[in-house]
């Protein structure tokens, strides 16, 4: 999903979209993606990964 300011999509319960929340920087960046379903009052995660940051030095 790529939504922009101004964007007029629906979302209705049943669809489903890879969430893809990235941060730029000038030389790196980060991306996570993660399948969700969009229900009735909010959206459902299939990933059961942990959402916590883990540091690997």
């Known amino acids: 999903m790529s939504f922009r300011r101004g964007d007029m999509?629906?979302?209705k319960p049943g669809m489903t979209f890879y969430f893809m929340p990235a941060l730029w920087l000038d030389d790196s960046g980060l991306e996570i993606t993660e399948p969700i379903l969009i229900?009735?009052?909010?959206?459902?995660?299939f990933c059961k990964t942990p959402r916590e940051m883990t540091l690997k030095l």
């Open 9 to 11: 999509s629906i979302l």
């Open 39 to 45: 229900t009735e009052n909010w959206v459902k995660c």
